[in-house]
């Protein structure tokens, strides 16, 4: 199943490679990058809120 689910990735990519330049693959890694950004963020800013309150 896995294997499948990467061929068919690889295809899909491929294809926008080609007949798109990339344009949706690079704007999906783009979005990923964004919620992946933002997830590190609001983890970092959790943990100091955590610290500040253990030191008070």
Same mark, same amino acid.
């Given at each position: 199943?896995?294997?499948?689910?990467?061929?068919?990735?690889?295809? %899909?990519?491929?294809?926008?490679? %080609?007949?798109?330049?990339?344009?949706?693959?690079?704007?999906?890694?783009?979005?990923?990058?964004?919620?992946?950004?933002?997830? %590190?963020?609001?983890?970092?800013?959790?943990?100091?809120?955590?610290?500040?309150?253990?030191?008070?």
């Amino acid at each position: 199943m896995f294997r499948l689910l990467l061929v068919i990735l690889v295809l %899909v990519v491929g294809y926008d490679a %080609v007949v798109h330049q990339g344009a949706y693959t690079r704007e999906a890694w783009n979005g990923i990058v964004r919620l992946t950004d933002s997830s %590190v963020e609001g983890a970092r800013n959790l943990g100091e809120r955590a610290r500040t309150e253990v030191r008070d």
